[in-house]
């Protein structure tokens, strides 16, 4: 039910029905003989129009409506608790404080009166007497502990914050938003030894937690201290042998201890795990990636690897693979990943220049032509892809379309001496192939003076 309509009962029925054993007859025609009946209709219908109005916002309406209400009776204390909500939202702080102390004067134990001071007062960042109204609301409700720990954040008062938060942690159990603030607390004073006991105390506490293991790894290594972060790692998969969590850690201390047939499985276990998010096994592919390129004997392991996840690869997955196949020197390979990337995310530039820079290496110029055209559909500003698209129709013998493509090119070539021989060198080949001798050598010496420079 709407607290402000059991308020409304509260206090305006604030009465007991007893069931009658007797029953007078009663007229109910007859007309009261005093004027209590009317005003009470009176009070209720400006009481009720407050409401309205307040609940479409009309806020000034509503004000002007409980006033009416205070005129015909001014010992209700849940006028002064609307007139203060009221004035709250029409930001006149002051008035609201003032009606809102009034209630509270009233009923000193009411929680909602208390809280909407407590609103009043941290609207205007009025932290001491926002601090004086919560310890009040504690008394009856133990979850405002977390806004008064909030709050001492706010004064800078981290040890009774982090008090405050212990107490709740140790009676209600562990929770994300006050983890959330401890680390905050934890990162504006810079004590990670006190985050890193505050983890190892809940070990202790909760060995099979496996989530207080994964953020003293992190924590750990944060800070630089790897040792122990490899240490919290083992330990992790000790007492949870099936965590596959610790091998996000584990596989590169494994790496750096040369412990390469270990590390291996632990990328194996990261990368065909469900519970691993696809942004983690980007990461760990990526680590192994590298490794491969630094050491070419392992490329096995690494096929076997992506093998197993060919279905679960991610474009960026794709794009690290195919830029490790062209290190290796194995451009079909290359090419395909970044096809397959390409098809993931169809309208990554880099990609789409990835695929028909090597297109053109593997001189596969038809496929180029097809796609750069595609491409300019996507970017029709981009200098390269008119450049490739000309070196494609060059090599196709369709000249004048390199010439119309190429020229177009130059006209969004800006400050890139480079590209712009490139273009002179493939406009002089096309006019030179159509038997225009002059304009040829002119584009052919345009170039030579470019790469001069």
């Given amino acids: ?136 609301l504690v008394k009856y409700h133990p979850d405002y502990k977390e806004d008064l720990a909030a709050l001492y954040v706010r004064e800078e008062k981290y040890k009774q914050a982090l008090d405050l938060l212990d107490e709740l942690d140790a009676e209600y159990g562990l929770s994300d938003s006050r983890d959330a603030m401890r680390n905050d607390i934890y990162s504006i004073t810079g004590n990670a030894d006190d985050r890193i006991e505050n983890l190892e105390q809940r070990i202790a506490n909760n060995p099979n937690n496996e989530d207080n293991h994964l953020k003293l790894i992190y924590r750990y290594s944060q800070t630089g201290d790897q040792k122990n972060a490899y240490k919290a790692a083992k330990n992790l998969l000790e007492v949870k042998p099936d965590s596959k969590f610790a091998h996000l850690a584990l596989y590169k201390f494994y790496l750096q201890d040369n412990k390469i047939d270990e590390a291996i499985n632990s990328v194996r276990t990261v990368l065909t795990s469900p519970e691993i998010n696809a942004d983690a096994k980007a990461k760990v592919l990526k680590d192994f990636v590298a490794f491969v390129a630094r050491n070419p004997d392992y490329e096995s392991d690494l096929i076997d690897i992506t093998a197993l996840i060919d279905d679960n690869k991610d474009a960026q997955t794709h794009s690290d693979l195919g830029h490790y196949y062209l290190k290796a020197g194995d451009k079909v390979k290359a090419l395909t990943n970044f096809k397959e990337a390409l098809k993931q995310s169809p309208n990554d530039f880099k990609l789409i220049k990835d695929v028909l820079l090597l297109q053109l290496d593997i001189k596969d110029y038809n496929a180029v032509k097809i796609d750069s055209e595609r491409a300019l559909e996507l970017y029709p500003a981009q200098p390269i892809l008119y450049l490739v698209n000309g070196v494609a129709n060059n090599n196709l013998g369709a000249y004048k379309k390199a010439i119309d493509n190429l020229e177009m090119g130059l006209d969004f070539l800006i400050d890139n001496p480079n590209m712009e021989a490139d273009f002179y060198s493939e406009l002089s080949l096309a006019y030179k192939a159509l038997n225009n001798i002059s304009k040829s050598e002119t584009f052919a010496k345009k170039a030579k003076a470019l790469k001069a420079q």
Wanted: with cysteine; hydrophobic share 40%.
């Fill in 1 to 136: 039910m709407n607290k402000t309509f059991i308020l409304i009962f509260v206090f305006l029925f604030g009465m007991v029905i007893v069931p009658q054993t007797t029953y007078a007859q009663v007229d109910f025609n007859k007309r009261p003989d005093d004027d209590l009946g009317n005003v009470e209709d009176e009070f209720q219908e400006h009481f009720f129009e407050a409401l309205k109005q307040k609940g479409i916002e009309n806020y000034d309406r509503a004000v002007d409506a409980l006033h009416k209400c205070l005129n015909l009776n001014s010992k209700l204390p849940v006028i002064y608790f609307e007139l203060g909500k009221n004035y709250n939202k029409l930001k006149n702080f002051g008035a609201a404080e003032e009606n809102l102390k009034k209630a509270i004067s009233m009923q000193p134990d009411n929680v909602w009166f208390l809280d909407e001071l407590y609103d009043v007062y941290f609207q205007q960042d009025d932290i001491k007497n926002a601090l004086k109204t919560i310890r009040q």
